[in-house]
Structure formats: C-alpha cells, structure tokens
C-alpha cells in the first residue's frame, strides 16, 4: 500500500483529494497539511511515498518546498496546480525541479470533480508512486560535456528510404523530463517532428515555450494547419487530439475535438495512428516513460506501415509502462535507453 501526503493551503482541497485518494484500496492517505512546514513535521514522524503538492501556499511555496525534497531525500511528487498560465509556468519549473505529474484543482464544482476526475487522479498518483526518480542533465551539461558527440547510435539503425521524412514522439508520466533531453540534443536540421504529451490545457503551451528557448528547434504548440517542416517541432494542445495531414508540398496537423483515446486527450495513439497511414515508411515513432498503453498499438501500426520504431528502455523510464506494452506487442524495431534516443534519430534520419 503506497503511502500519500497531501499538502495544500486549503482545507477543501485537502478534503476532496483525501476523500478520492482513501478509496483506493492500494493508497493510504498518511495525513494532510496546509503548509510546507507542516509538512514537514509529519514526514519526521512517517515518509510517504508519494506527495500530492500546491504550489502557492503561505510560509513556504511549492516549488521551494519541492526543491528541498529533491536535494535532502528525492520522492515522487504531483503538483496540484490551478488550471491558469501563471499555474501552468510554475508548473514548468515544478517539472524542472522534478515532479513527476499534475494533476489540475477541482474547478467550481467539486461533486462532478469526485465524479470525473477521480479515476485520473488515483491512477496518475498511483503512477508517481511507482515512479523511479532520475536526475537527467540540462541541455547546457551535456553539451558541456560533450555527451552528445560521444554517444553511440543502436547498432541496426538504419534510415528509411528517400522522401520527406517525419518523427512522431508520444510520452505521459515523466515525458516532460525526457522530451526536454531529446529535443534539446537534436540540430535544427532534424525532419520535422510531431510531439502527443499526455498534459492538461493551457500547459502544453508553457512547455512548448519553455522547450523553445532550450533547443535549436522551433518548438511550438500545435495549432490546426500548422505545417510540419524540418527543424519544427509541434506539440499537441491538451484537451485536444492531433493527426497528421498530407497535402501537395509535404504535412500539415489537424487539431481537433473528440472523446478521449486510451482514457487522454491529446491521444499517443491517434497521432501515431495518423503518422502510419499518412507516412508510413518515411515516419520514425519513439515511445517514451509513460503509465498504461496509449502509443503501443499506434506505434505497432507505424511498424507495420514500415516505419522505424524506438520504445525507452526500462532502465531510464521513469514509468515503463507504455513502452513495456509497445514492446509486448513487438511495436519497436529497437529499445534504446533515453540518452541514446537523439543520436539514434539522427542515424536514422541521414
């Protein structure tokens, strides 16, 4: 049984997410807290394996009291943030800091909140818990270090046949970390890229911007009809699904409405889907860190339409299970560790 703490400055949030939480049968709610401090002191008395964290809070904020966690004693964290883009770019430093996930406070009414949302809460904490915390390098390290020179592509890899090419990338729980260590190691020579990460709205703009100023790629948040052309990346606006389009001179995206796929919208699946049937052998799919299945039957279509296929390793996933079910299925030309990832697009796409 995975122990909890929730801390957040108000005490109906403390109540709704303790209520949700206690039901599961696999979570036991250790306590709750208004404030950091407070907190604090509870942990003296019991460590809980995974902390459900507000980022403004009185006395101590979030990110402060995140920060201190992952320097004294790193634990699973999921912040508990506002649906705003003040929420959303604390939130991006949240991830940088190293929070595994989040999960959005209740809007005005916490009844269809309980109703909703709680299946997406229990699994996406369940996850953190289960979540291997990793330290991966900035962008500036690595290339400090010479990491990226020094790395060697998975042996096999080799490219598709002439023509525009296309890469998709899926992750969820932990994707924010390991797109940022792929994206910022990848030339703006690369092919054009299409991105689903499992990430609420208004989110998914704060970390493309926040990917834009870290890599030599224009990284931007889908919008429909965008063109995916060499050294663009586009990533799918959450609470909205996203396919690829052929049209005379190469692809664009659709951006659009629907029911959610594999219980997410944006869907891994849906994109790569689109990305086999629209590209097929021209296309490269990668399937990151993530909890449940969505990409694993999308990127087995993409291999079957020819495409070349990556899944994460589980030795660098933060939450192996959508790669560990892509592999199951015999989705992945190649398994390959994360830090291997870029080279690997870059072999595969000379």
């Not at 020179?149 to 023509?163: E, L, N």
């Not at 525009?164 to 190691?185: C, H, K, N, P, Y």
Request: glycine letters at 8%; hydrophobic letters at 45%; one cysteine or more.
């Amino acid at each position: 049984m995975k122990k909890v703490l929730i801390v957040d400055d108000s005490a109906v949030i403390r109540q709704v997410l303790a209520e949700v939480l206690g039901q599961d049968p696999d979570l036991r709610v250790i306590g709750t807290a208004s404030d950091p401090i407070f907190a604090m002191k509870r942990m003296e008395q019991e460590w809980p394996d995974v902390i459900v964290l507000d980022i403004e809070m009185p006395r101590m904020d979030g990110l402060t009291f995140l920060r201190q966690i992952m320097a004294e004693r790193p634990t699973p964290v999921v912040m508990c943030s506002t649906l705003t883009e003040q929420g959303a770019e604390a939130t991006m430093q949240a991830f940088s800091a190293g929070a595994v996930d989040i999960v959005t406070k209740p809007k005005i009414g916490l009844k269809s909140f309980l109703h909703e949302e709680a299946a997406h809460l229990v699994r996406t904490v369940k996850a953190a818990a289960d979540a291997r915390l990793r330290r991966v390098p900035g962008a500036s390290a690595a290339l400090a270090a010479g990491k990226v020179a020094r790395s060697v592509a998975p042996a096999g890899v080799q490219a598709p046949p002439g023509g525009q090419q296309v890469i998709a990338l899926g992750a969820s729980t932990g994707g924010t970390q390991a797109l940022e260590a792929v994206l910022t190691r990848l030339p703006a020579t690369m092919p054009g890229i299409v991105i689903v990460q499992h990430m609420p709205e208004k989110f998914t703009a704060a970390f493309a911007g926040r990917l834009n100023t870290l890599s030599a790629l224009e990284i931007l948040e889908a919008r429909d009809g965008d063109e995916v052309r060499p050294g663009r990346a586009l990533l799918a606006p959450g609470g909205r699904h996203m396919r690829l389009k052929r049209y005379s001179r190469g692809y664009t995206v659709e951006v659009f409405d629907g029911p959610p796929v594999r219980r997410h919208k944006p869907s891994v699946d849906v994109l790569f889907g689109s990305v086999a049937r629209v590209a097929g052998p021209q296309a490269t799919g990668v399937l990151m860190t993530g909890m449940g299945d969505d990409g694993a039957q999308g990127l087995l279509e993409m291999r079957q339409a020819g495409a070349l296929t990556f899944a994460e390793s589980e030795e660098t996933c933060v939450v192996f299970g959508m790669p560990r079910e892509a592999i199951r299925r015999d989705a992945a030309c190649h398994v390959v560790p994360l830090h291997e990832i870029p080279v690997a697009l870059q072999q595969a796409c000379r």
